[in-house]
């Protein structure tokens, strides 16, 4: 029996295509389940809307026309006087403020469904690495040994995929990159390939140096890959299987692996973050993340969220049913304060903390954000366009906003176009949106690409 009013559910795992576009616009469904564009969905008597994982980033699309599908939600909601749902075990710091002071009003499980909450043990490596233990650390050893014995299932996350990540010459120093966006390609084993993972540029296994011919090539970095290897070599008697881009991009594959894992055809499941959540396998026991402090090196001011997040959000795929589970975090960052909220299920502290930090440094949700870039196949004509933009902000002499830049992106270069940005901390929007679409109307015409984004998801 279905409600008087329609319900959209916005869920991650299905795409509403042109055919159920059409279905929604005839009026011959009452319930909507699909990705973030799921949220345009023509229904014309909205009854709920709910927001799955509503911390995720893939609700922002930074292509144009940008938008947030939570911005377009609570939008509708109001539009349509329903009610909206943001569910996520680790809120954005946002939606949480937004709670606590009650734009929203906050709705809490404290508990899990079973109660049964794994325990979290954080090894450090610069000890493992004194012992000889560089990849897998000897609690881990013994708990995925432990499991495999009990016939258990043990999940493995290394967010960054491929094999080695980097690709030098000891002779004279030359690191094979990207020539078109000048980073270091990623070597796949599978393939035989270096890879840039932002253009798509391929390039053979690298034998000899390009630069001096020498044979003295080594290569560093762990990925997915190198990690299922070293597993499988560690582990002989036991099946590993491997989730991240490169083993689900042919249709059907993503769900055959979770079928197989849950069908327990697998003992060991290795993969990036894509396995982090939304995963539901009541045999798992054993959680085990490497590199667990790694998205902290990363240039953002979200940068401890997300470690929290995603530390957090993998730890619950253990004990998810009558099965104790146990994880552990692996880093060399270990005692901030990110990790160590997150080994201890505590969103609350964590919470607390970050707000501190952003309000000492006037960030979100404290002060809104605009993410100005400019590209150019001309560095210094991306870097003088941006002093010109910058200079006819601050001449306008606005109370509370802050403008940073222009400085170089964390990608400086992108398919040999160059990435110059300026940041932009304001209080009140109505102040700051005429200037920037005055110059988004300046640079219409110009051959200089001028991208303005309110409130990005990433730096």
Same mark, same amino acid.
């Given at each position: 029996?279905?409600?008087?009013?329609?319900?959209?559910?916005?869920?991650?795992?299905?795409?509403?295509?042109?055919?159920?576009?059409?279905?929604?616009?005839?009026?011959?469904?009452?319930?909507?389940?699909?990705?973030?564009?799921?949220?345009?969905?023509?229904?014309?008597?909205?009854?709920?809307?709910?927001?799955?994982? $509503?911390?995720?980033?893939?609700?922002?699309? $930074?292509?144009?026309?940008?938008?947030?599908?939570?911005?377009?939600?609570?939008?509708?909601?109001?539009?349509?006087?329903?009610?909206?749902?943001?569910?996520?075990?680790?809120?954005?710091?946002?939606?949480?403020?937004?709670?606590?002071?009650?734009?929203?009003?906050?709705?809490?499980?404290?508990?899990?469904?079973?109660?049964?909450?794994?325990?979290?043990?954080?090894?450090?490596?610069?000890?493992?690495?004194?012992?000889?233990?560089?990849?897998?650390?000897?609690?881990?050893?013994?708990?995925?040994?432990?499991?495999?014995?009990?016939? $258990?299932?043990?999940?493995?996350?290394?967010?960054?995929?491929?094999?080695?990540?980097?690709?030098?010459?000891?002779?004279?120093?030359?690191?094979?990159?990207?020539?078109?966006?000048?980073?270091?390609?990623?070597?796949?084993?599978?393939?035989?390939?270096?890879?840039?993972?932002?253009?798509?540029?391929?390039l053979g296994n690298i034998l000899k140096c390009p630069n001096c011919n020498s044979k003295d090539i080594n290569t560093f970095g762990l990925g997915t890959e190198k990690l299922e290897q070293i597993i499988n070599e560690k582990f002989e008697l036991a099946k590993t299987i491997r989730m991240d881009i490169d083993t689900t991009s042919k249709k059907g594959s993503h769900e055959k692996i979770i079928k197989d894992f849950s069908e327990k055809k697998y003992n060991i499941l290795i993969g990036t973050q894509m396995i982090s959540k939304g995963l539901d396998f009541p045999n798992v026991t054993v959680v085990g993340v490497i590199n667990g402090d790694a998205t902290l090196n990363i240039p953002d001011f979200r940068s401890s969220e997300r470690t929290f997040q995603l530390l957090n959000q993998v730890a619950g795929r253990a004990g998810r049913d009558k099965l104790k589970g146990e994880v552990i975090i692996q880093g060399f960052n270990i005692n901030h304060y990110s990790i160590v909220y997150a080994s201890n299920h505590d969103y609350e502290n964590f919470y607390k903390k970050e707000l501190s930090i952003r309000k000492k440094l006037n960030y979100s949700p404290y002060y809104n954000l605009c993410l100005i870039k400019i590209r150019d196949k001309n560095i210094d004509k991306c870097f003088e366009e941006g002093t010109k933009i910058v200079k006819f902000i601050k001449n306008k002499n606005l109370k509370n906003v802050f403008v940073l830049g222009p400085s170089i992106s964390n990608i400086p270069k992108m398919n040999n176009i160059y990435n110059v940005q300026i940041i932009i901390k304001y209080k009140n929007t109505s102040e700051i949106i005429n200037l920037l679409n005055y110059v988004k109307q300046i640079y219409n015409n110009k051959k200089i690409n001028i991208d303005i984004d309110i409130n990005p998801y990433k730096l």
């Open positions: 029996m279905f409600l008087k009013k329609d319900l959209v559910l916005i869920l991650l795992y299905y795409i509403v295509d042109y055919d159920e576009w059409r279905k929604i616009n005839r009026n011959e469904v009452s319930i909507v389940i699909g990705a973030r564009s799921a949220i345009f969905a023509p229904l014309n008597n909205i009854g709920i809307i709910i927001i799955d994982e $509503e911390h995720s980033s893939t609700y922002k699309q $930074e292509n144009t026309p940008k938008y947030n599908a939570i911005d377009i939600g609570l939008w509708r909601a109001k539009y349509n006087n329903c009610k909206i749902v943001l569910g996520s075990a680790t809120p954005s710091i946002e939606s949480y403020t937004r709670a606590t002071i009650d734009i929203y009003q906050l709705l809490t499980m404290k508990k899990r469904v079973n109660n049964n909450l794994p325990k979290v043990s954080l090894v450090d490596m610069k000890d493992e690495y004194k012992k000889g233990n560089k990849i897998i650390s000897e609690l881990l050893n013994k708990k995925i040994t432990d499991a495999l014995i009990k016939d $258990e299932q043990v999940i493995l996350l290394l967010n960054r995929r491929g094999y080695t990540t980097i690709t030098t010459c000891h002779e004279c120093g030359y690191t094979v990159k990207c020539p078109n966006c000048d980073i270091p390609l990623t070597y796949h084993k599978a393939s035989n390939t270096n890879r840039c993972h932002y253009c798509g540029y391929a």
